[in-house]
């Protein structure tokens, strides 16, 4: 079966040098083309899990398997062909002295021929929306373009699996829906989107998985939809519901009919729940209509 | 009316290396105590903005600037660095890049230490700013071991340390899980509403910030564009909308309704409270 699996951990432990272990006992499969969260506190493991994905460590029991293969017995180089990392950092990442440089330095790695190179280059940071800055040295871009850089040079890779560290932490509004946008797209094209975050708003909109981790272990593994009505499994893993999901929870616990994850479906529900509300004459409210680009969630 | 603890005016930067000004004829003015978010898309000059604040500009950094800036009266531009790192301290997103030292006692003393201040006024700062960030029985610990939650605690620490009038948080809780950020955004409101500390704030997550401030900047492309009260500036979210923002969950939620024609009583709600109380009159049918 495991063949069918790009990302498999059997019982996997990781107890670090100094005697702290981080993962205690972790057995998972990822299967292709899945769109999976993986959430928890900070502390849970997340980021140490994350780190066996492309060998920067190793199991000190079980194994990790990327493709099947073991990747103890994997170069990182091989394994980095198969999963992309976009870090939570990016100045962790980036090194280049230009945006352009930044972005061809892992394909010039992999001695893809140059044209090829350029071209995957070109449209990745067309599609991080820096195809304007490709001159411009990375210190003088804002912490939320790097962090659009850093995600560039690894899409440039084209890798199946693409693995998104804390995605839209230090990005506003607009640039979380670029970055998510991107993601959703590239899952349409087939690629397996991992992200490790603590924002459930992020879970709720974007995951068709989401696997918690708490204290090493995985606490549950299951349809966001289904994380988000366990309120106990929550509290006892340090996560929270995002804010328009926490409100409808309790209008909910309050009697109303509300039903949805976004604000146009949840304003239905609740419209249809209010026909004796003071209600002003239609269309006498000074703002337009609602629009559906600015639903949240 | 006390004297501003900030006040900026007709300020215009830019760096030596930009085709165009970061900062495009800021003015702000923040009176003591009071809690002001700084809101605005990345690249929108909020860091120019505290860069200015805390006198790297036009100490050290290079470019043009034009305009005043003053914190706790003192103007940037006729005193040091150093000076102002007395009146206005920073806290930076990521702590990481702001701790360095051995153990959280050695941190919360670099400061203190720097102005050279005889050593029992430093012990005394240590256990005022250990008391404050309530993590006396750590001060012993190595930084980069503790959470992310202790760390960010950690630097808004170092930064009391120096008793600043002013302090600058540049998104507090976007590394946080969400219990850290709660006792992160607590341990700012006791900063202001107990100490009387002014605290200029950048985050993106509004639910949580929308009920604690006092005043709303936003920002973009170098100029702020709106400024208000959070009702003002969350309560319209039409504005936002336009500027590419969203307001927080609870507010969208009734703005959508009453683009239907529901009257929410003139004023939407703006956190999660708010929500289920405006939601719990209607159902009493008193708006």
């Known amino acids: 079966m495991s063949a069918e699996l790009i990302l498999e951990a059997r019982d996997l432990v990781h107890t670090y040098a100094g005697g702290h272990t981080a993962l205690r006992g972790i057995s998972l499969g990822i299967r292709p083309g899945e769109f999976v969260a993986f959430v928890g506190a900070n502390g849970s493991g997340k980021t140490t899990l994350m780190k066996h994905f492309n060998g920067l460590l190793k199991p000190t029991q079980g194994q990790f398997l990327v493709s099947g293969r073991d990747t103890r017995k994997t170069t990182v180089s091989r394994l980095a062909q198969t999963i992309g990392f976009v870090f939570q950092n990016p100045d962790h990442q980036i090194f280049c002295y230009s945006v352009w440089e930044e972005t061809l330095f892992g394909l010039q790695q992999q001695k893809l021929p140059p044209a090829e190179a350029q071209a995957r280059a070109a449209r990745a940071l067309e599609m991080v929306g820096l195809a304007d800055r490709r001159d411009r040295h990375p210190r003088e871009l804002s912490r939320g373009q790097r962090q659009r850089l850093a995600t560039a040079s690894v899409l440039a890779m084209e890798t199946p699996v693409l693995v998104l560290d804390e995605p839209t932490t230090g990005q506003d509004f607009t640039a979380r829906r670029q970055i998510m946008s991107l993601a959703v797209d590239l899952h349409q094209r087939g690629r397996t989107i991992i992200m490790v975050t603590h924002d459930m708003a992020l879970v709720a909109e974007y995951a068709t998985r989401a696997i918690v981790l708490h204290a090493g272990q995985v606490a549950q593994d299951a349809a966001p939809a289904d994380i988000f009505l366990q309120p106990e499994l929550l509290a006892r893993t340090g996560l929270r519901l995002p804010p328009l999901l926490e409100l409808a929870q309790a209008l909910r616990a309050e009697g109303w009919p509300v039903e949805g994850h976004t604000v146009a479906a949840l304003a239905q529900s609740l419209q249809a729940a209010l026909p004796a509300a003071p209600w002003t004459s239609p269309g006498a409210a000074s703002a337009p209509p609602p629009s559906e680009s600015h639903a949240r969630h | ?287």
């Open chain 2, 1 to 287: 009316m006390p004297a501003p603890a900030v006040s900026i005016s007709h300020l215009t930067f830019q760096y030596s290396s930009a085709p165009a000004p970061s900062l495009r004829d800021i003015n702000l003015t923040l009176v003591p105590g009071e809690i002001a978010l700084l809101i605005g898309p990345t690249g929108a000059g909020k860091s120019t903005l505290y860069l200015a604040l805390i006198g790297l500009i036009p100490h050290l950094i290079r470019g043009t600037m034009a305009g005043r800036v003053s914190v706790a009266g003192m103007d940037t531009s006729e005193h040091s660095i150093a000076e102002m790192a007395q009146k206005v301290g920073i806290v930076f997103q990521d702590p990481e890049t702001q701790l360095f030292a051995l153990t959280v006692e050695d941190e919360l003393a670099f400061g203190p230490e720097n102005l050279g201040l005889p050593k029992d006024e430093i012990v005394r700062r240590i256990r005022a700013a250990a008391t404050i960030i309530q993590l006396t029985d750590l001060l012993e610990r190595e930084p980069a071991r503790l959470s992310g939650g202790q760390q960010q605690t950690v630097a808004i620490g170092s930064v009391w340390s120096m008793l600043p009038e002013v302090i600058i948080l540049d998104e507090p809780t976007s590394n946080l899980d969400p219990q850290s950020s709660q006792r992160v955004l607590a341990l700012i409101q006791t900063l202001s509403r107990e100490h009387g500390k002014t605290i200029l704030i950048a985050e993106h997550n509004l639910d949580e910030v929308a009920g604690l401030v006092d005043r709303v900047f936003v920002m973009q492309q170098g100029q702020i564009v709106l400024n208000g009260t959070p009702q003002e500036i969350f309560g319209r979210p039409a504005q936002l909308h336009a500027l590419g923002l969203a307001a927080p969950a609870a507010t969208e939620l009734a703005y959508a309704l009453q683009t239907q024609g529901l009257d929410f009583g003139g004023a939407l709600p703006l956190t999660l409270e708010q929500g289920l109380a405006a939601f719990r009159r209607l159902r009493r049918g008193t708006p």
